[in-house]
């Protein structure tokens, strides 16, 4: 997907798709399952959300060299992972957010950081996650 953008990997000039992107395009569709697909809608609905959002993978070690899609926007605004039973979407500054609908439903009790976690069969308020990416996006932009 040309058009993304990237972090230190950046794309060409010639708008092929950025490593970062292809990274997360590889982890999207690793599980070969809901998961994956889950992840997946996720990611278009940041980016939809962000237009100018930053696509990213950190953390790459041998127990998980796909790394974590981290997108980003004057500071991280979300990590997302999947794991056996959950796709994780962990928001760095979530504990500042205001969360009217209630989708934060995981590390409630944390200092800094709110995850939201979907199980297989879940279904997220699309209207809502959209604005918890802005919210987030004026966050980090407010804090600049």
């Known amino acids: 997907m040309a058009g993304r953008r990237t972090g230190a990997a950046g794309a060409s000039a010639q708008g092929e798709t950025p490593?970062?992107?292809?990274?997360?395009?590889?982890?999207?569709?690793?599980?070969?399952?809901?998961?994956?697909?889950?992840?997946?809608?996720?990611?278009?609905?940041i980016q939809q959300a962000d237009p100018e959002v930053v696509e990213e993978v950190k953390w790459r070690k041998p127990s998980n060299p796909a790394g974590v899609p981290v997108w980003s926007h004057s500071g991280i605004l979300c990590t997302g992972e999947t794991y056996r039973d959950k796709v994780k979407l962990t928001f760095a500054n979530g504990a500042r957010l205001d969360d009217p609908s209630g989708l934060f439903n995981s590390g409630l009790d944390g200092a800094v950081r709110r995850a939201i976690d979907l199980g297989q069969g879940a279904w997220i308020d699309e209207v809502a996650f959209t604005a918890l990416i802005r919210a987030a996006v004026e966050l980090n932009l407010s804090r600049r």
């Not at 992107?21 to 569709?29: G, H, K, P």
Request: no cysteine; net charge positive; hydrophobic share 50%.
């Open 19 to 45: 490593p970062a992107a292809r990274l997360i395009d590889e982890t999207v569709s690793s599980p070969g399952d809901w998961r994956g697909a889950v992840l997946a809608r996720l990611r278009a609905l």
